[in-house]
């Protein structure tokens, strides 16, 4: 029990937020000795997860309903874990904004910041703590965004088929445009006088957002008053424009030059604030890097196949006789290269867990030292939250584009939360801010508040509630108009 004197964490948790904005809303595995015990808990988790899906679909249509749609064939595409990875973020934005609507900001506050003993829950570790934290998701975004966006281009460069770079630009821009013209959600919107004034209103705001320089009150941030948490598609829709001048900008530049610009570009972004910018740039680096990383090992491939002379009969292994040495210390440069990787994936998740300076980022163990490093510019902007943030994204997606660590975004789950990311991305705020509030509240007056476990309870009840029919809609929107 903490002293009478301070504050209790069951009243700082109960209280509820009056407002619901919130500003931050492959390889293939070379041989059988890739495979770990990591592929192990990942199939099994993923056969676990498969069953009780078919077994649940079997009883239902038992029932009578049919409306199933087949499973997620295994017949993956060499960027899905991009997918996985886009489809895990829109998921933690979800529980983001349902953490932001119904605690208050103490729940995104850092492990062990404040010195009033307060700050150490579970969800609050480094790490654990992106399960609801915003910007971390946004970042991710961002960076796959220009990955994805860059892939076809890059892959084209690089195979030296330059003729038909500019048509895979072209419907990459139709594409984007067509996804940009989906229309927002419903949240709390401004109330007109009578139904025409009122769609009339809606209509200048599906405007606004599909526009993407769309500013309010000076900000370069437009929030759509029908739903806030759609802030990020105009500045998606701006930045990818943005890349598809960079991508043909460098259409023509060697691949050296093209990469030292490529890095000099998002550095110069980076260093100006324009944060957004900075990981769409990125995303196309890391698209570029890939291929680089695919033309080298295919020219070192050759020292570990057997050849044959047709001439002469003669048959070598080079694993065993030609090149031992060479083989050894490839074989010992890999496993140090997949703890190199291991290691950089976990410090790319702490750094993307860095809390926001408002709860108390300077005063987190373990983050002090990254929050006074936070150029002053970034400081003079604004922008405090969005330095380190940023860069853990793009290292998260250039430790995690190296194999092994693929297949954990690779999974029937995180393949399924990849292809209905944008729908749940869209339905879940007019979902929360209607039913979700509604059953908070019965919750709330069922449970009651007065100790944080009640409170907890209530929580637990309302989205027990509301996390399935976001995610029924979800389905749904995803499989019928997307």
């Known amino acids: 029990m903490y002293d009478g004197e301070k504050e209790s964490t069951a009243e700082l948790f109960r209280q509820t937020r009056s407002n619901s904005s919130s500003d931050c809303s492959s390889y293939a595995y070379d041989d059988d000795s890739e495979k770990g015990i990591l592929d192990k808990l990942i199939s099994s988790s993923s056969s676990s997860f498969s069953h009780v899906v078919s077994s649940l679909k079997q009883r239902i ?3 009578g309903y049919t409306g199933f749609p ?4 295994r017949e993956l595409h060499p960027t899905a874990w991009l997918d996985g990875v886009r489809g895990t973020a829109a998921l933690f934005v979800v529980f983001h904004h349902t953490a932001h609507a119904w605690f208050t900001e103490r729940a995104f506050a850092g492990y062990g910041s404040g010195g009033d003993g307060l700050n150490k829950h579970l969800i609050q570790l480094p790490i654990i703590r992106l399960i ?3 910007y971390p998701q946004v970042a991710l975004f961002f960076v796959v965004s220009g990955y994805a966006i860059s892939y076809k281009p890059m892959q084209l460069l690089h195979g030296g088929r330059s003729a038909e ?3 895979s630009l072209g419907i990459a821009i139709i594409t984007w445009m067509d996804w940009f013209r989906k229309g927002p959600g419903m949240c709390e919107p401004p109330h007109a006088n009578n139904l025409f004034e009122q769609i009339y209103n809606w209509g200048v705001e599906s405007i606004n957002l599909a526009e993407p320089f769309a500013t309010r009150d000076g900000v370069a941030r437009y929030g759509p008053p029908y739903d806030p948490n759609l802030w990020t598609l105009p500045i998606e829709f701006r930045d990818s424009m943005i890349l598809f001048g960079t991508l043909l900008g460098m259409c023509k530049v060697g691949t050296n030059i093209r990469t030292t610009l490529t890095v000099s570009v998002a550095t110069y972004c980076l260093h100006k604030t324009h944060w957004d910018i900075m990981l769409f740039v990125s995303g196309m680096l890391m698209a570029d890097l890939r291929f680089h990383r695919l033309a080298a090992s295919s020219q070192t491939a050759p020292l570990s196949a057997p050849y ?6 003669y048959h070598s292994h080079a694993s065993s006789s030609v090149f031992p040495s060479v083989l050894d210390v490839t074989t010992t440069m890999h496993k140090y290269r997949r703890i190199v990787t291991t290691a950089g994936f976990i410090f790319s998740l702490w750094l993307l867990g ?4 408002a709860p108390g980022a300077a005063e987190t163990p373990g983050f002090r030292t990254f929050a006074y490093y936070v150029p002053t510019n970034h400081h003079q902007a604004g922008k405090v939250d969005l330095y380190w943030i940023p860069l853990g994204a793009v290292l998260l997606v250039f430790f995690v584009d190296h194999v092994f660590l693929q297949r954990v975004f690779e999974t029937r789950l995180a393949q ?7 729908s749940l991305y869209m339905v879940h705020g007019p979902i929360l801010y209607t039913l979700g509030w509604a059953m908070h509240a019965r919750t709330v007056a069922y449970f009651g508040q007065d100790t944080e476990r009640r409170y907890g309870m209530a929580a637990v009840g309302a989205y027990s509630v509301t996390f399935p029919v976001v995610l029924w809609v979800a389905d749904w929107c995803g499989g019928s108009w997307m």
């Open 61 to 63: 249509q038992l029932a």
């Open 165 to 167: 770079f500019l048509d």
């Open 354 to 357: 860095m809390p926001e300076f």
């Open 132 to 134: 609801i934290s915003g």
């Open 416 to 422: 399924y939360l990849g292809k209905i990311n944008f």
């Open 308 to 313: 044959d002379c047709n001439c002469c009969g």
């Open 70 to 73: 087949p499973l997620l064939e």
